[in-house]
């Protein structure tokens, strides 16, 4: 079974750029995460599982039916949000949230750590195999006509005589749930709500993004030192090496 991991709700609000001690510049993403609110909870004696439900933002009343409005009526204090999720939790983690109070920042993220993000891709409509695919297309020479970026053939002579499932052809592009793992969580500003994440997010500005704890690493990351790649590393020991004399 995989680990439950906590996480919140959030709006991208784009990409900027900060500075660290030595100078040194990082772009970032801006998360807008604070004002998610508890909702409920789902207990394993009666829904045979364990989580809370988080609303995020606030829904204009006009714009609201009944069972919305329902939902937060015994509620003081809260508007109908926006967006509602469930985040599944340990049985024993369900005491430490209260029904209708936001969910600080500092609770479920710390600096300097790594996050996974989900969100919906940019659309892109009805694209080619070339973008779509990255194909190569046909040979501009002579003799070839009409041909330059079409998707070449699809067949597979007699047997077993249809296309296959999964063909690279062109189609829609985008609009897509995706998720980007092992994001370095650079800043947490809890007064604002808002988390500053190094690297590309998925989506648009103003997009709905689910934010959690990162399953796959759990290491601590220092503000400012870039992860070695393989190639740096032989680069950094090559530099090291003395040159030999001939």
Not at 45 to 54: E, S
């Amino acid at each position: 079974m995989a680990a439950l991991r906590t996480g919140l709700i959030g709006k991208k609000l784009g990409m900027t750029q900060i500075f660290g001690e030595r100078g040194e510049r990082t772009g970032v993403t801006v998360i807008h995460a604070g004002g998610c609110v508890v909702l409920g909870k789902r207990t394993p004696d009666k829904d045979g599982y364990a989580a809370i439900r988080l609303g995020y933002g606030e829904k204009p009343l006009r714009l609201c039916n009944k069972p919305e409005l329902g939902r937060v009526a015994k509620l003081p204090d809260v508007r109908p949000p926006r967006l509602i999720r469930e985040i599944r939790l340990d049985p024993k983690q369900l005491d430490e949230f209260e029904i209708g109070k936001p969910v600080p920042l500092s609770k479920i993220f710390k600096p300097g750590t790594f996050v996974d993000v989900t969100g919906v891709t940019k659309g892109k409509g009805y694209q080619g195999v070339m973008k779509r695919h990255h194909m190569g297309g046909s040979r501009n020479s002579h003799g070839t006509h009409e041909f330059f970026r079409h998707g070449g053939s699809i067949g597979c002579r007699l047997t077993p005589g249809r296309v296959h499932k999964g063909k690279r052809m062109s189609g829609h592009m985008g609009h897509v749930r995706c998720t980007v793992q092992n994001l370095a969580l650079m800043q947490v500003l809890e007064e604002e709500g808002l988390l500053i994440v190094r690297g590309a997010v998925p989506g648009a500005k103003n997009g709905w993004v689910m934010v959690r704890n990162a399953t796959k690493r759990t290491g601590p990351v220092r503000f400012g030192e870039a992860e070695e790649t393989p190639k740096a590393k032989k680069a950094a020991v090559a530099k090291k090496a003395p040159a030999k004399k001939k």
